[in-house]
């Protein structure tokens, strides 16, 4: 067979295949006969008022000389950690700005970085395909440096993100680029479950995301470069629970509602979505509209506030919006404000009691954002 024969057999092929994804995007809509905006607005509902001095830049966190790709924050609120290109993390203390820890990974590339329940360690991974342990109150080496407590090998591509399970001190998910996660226990280094790879109902592409649901954490959700989001059981490594579809690009992002019922997504085709987790149902998107050359920026990290009303979501031309999730409507882009970062937003996240939220920007700094009112909304 010819090359150009391939290619028509290609382009035939992709052809097939976007007419049945129309054909599966127009089914679900029949099936779906609204979404909750259009619901709440039928009842009355109205989008909170958000003015710029509700929520208020009062710390920016710097130290970083490369991009910062990931962040976290400890249960009592009061410390960060963040992980950059410069191939270091920072852990910093989020009422003075000051660092506590510095260190220089064994990756020179670092995508991701996770307090342990007890913020007594921090986990990260990066290119080198490996996540990296570290306990705070190790000893540090000659050059001020914390060496790994213990590395977790197995994947056989680049590390995206990590997450403890919350109730479980000694147990961590990870996503990779081989398409896979696992699940390892930080005692031992040994991986417990591999999710996905050889298995037919794992993702087919790069995994860039997982969050653990933590109203039942042996339940997760990752996000993938082929455009979906999938819900697994620690339990059956197997198979993949559920599949969501919707999104026509990268899912960079994958969130749980506060409820555990829920959970949020965010792509590179700009859009953010909201799925219920049980019938996999495509509950609401958050959208805006296309700026100059109708480019339209990519959804790269998104968090919820505690009541779940809100939802933070950072974008790659550096807007910040805060949309609700009820009427999804943005009702203030931090992005727009004076002393907003100079650069995609690259990560988010809310403090434990919901008091303040953290960014991270390719701008290599950190700012923290505190709520003036709506205490009674968030």
């Not at 007890?118 to 000893?139: R, T």
């Not at 993100?161 to 109730?167: H, M, T, V």
């Not at 005692?187 to 995301?209: A, C, K, M, N, Y």
Request: aromatic fraction near 8%; glycine fraction near 10%; hydrophobic fraction near 35%.
């Amino acid at each position: 067979m010819s090359v150009a024969e391939l290619k028509e057999r290609h382009v035939a092929a992709t052809a097939t295949v976007n007419a049945l994804r129309e054909r599966l995007k127009q089914k679900r809509q029949l099936l779906l006969d609204t979404d909750v905006a259009t619901y709440a607005r039928s009842h009355g509902k109205t989008a909170i008022s958000f003015s710029p001095t509700d929520l208020v830049c009062c710390r920016t966190l710097q130290g970083h000389t490369g991009k910062v790709y990931s962040l976290d924050w400890t249960q009592e609120r009061n410390r960060i950690v963040s992980a950059s290109q410069d191939g270091r993390f920072i852990v910093w203390n989020a009422l003075t700005s000051q660092k506590t820890h510095a260190t220089k990974l064994p990756c020179a590339y670092v995508m991701t970085c996770a307090f342990s329940p007890n913020g007594q360690s921090v986990a990260c991974g990066g290119l080198d395909s490996a996540c990296s342990i570290f306990n705070l109150n190790s000893q540090v080496d000659r050059d001020g440096n914390i060496p790994a407590s213990r590395i977790l090998t197995g994947h056989k591509g680049y590390v995206s993100c990590c997450q403890y399970i919350p109730d479980q001190e000694s147990h961590l998910i990870t996503s990779s680029g081989d398409q896979t996660c696992g699940l390892w226990d930080v005692t031992t280094g040994q991986r417990i479950s591999v999710f996905g790879g050889e298995f037919p109902s794992g993702h087919t592409s790069d995994v860039l995301s997982v969050s653990v649901n933590t109203s039942n954490s042996r339940m997760f959700v990752s996000g993938s470069c082929d455009a979906t989001a999938r819900l697994w059981d620690t339990r059956i490594a197997s198979r993949a629970v559920r599949t969501y579809y919707g999104h026509s690009g990268d899912v960079n992002t994958v969130k749980f509602f506060p409820d555990g019922q829920r959970f949020g997504t965010g792509s590179d085709d700009g859009t953010c979505r909201l799925f219920d987790m049980r019938t996999g149902h495509q509950l609401q998107i958050y959208s805006q509209q296309p700026g100059e050359n109708d480019e339209v920026p990519s959804v790269k990290s998104i968090a919820f506030s505690i009541s779940g009303r809100l939802l933070f979501a950072g974008y790659s031309n550096g807007d910040c919006f805060v949309w609700d999730t009820l009427m999804a409507e943005v009702v203030l882009n931090l992005g727009s404000l004076q002393n907003s970062h100079e650069g995609t937003i690259s990560c988010l996240g809310l403090s434990s009691d919901g008091s303040a939220l953290c960014t991270g920007s390719y701008d290599k700094k950190l700012k923290i954002w505190a709520f003036g009112g709506h205490r009674e909304v968030i």
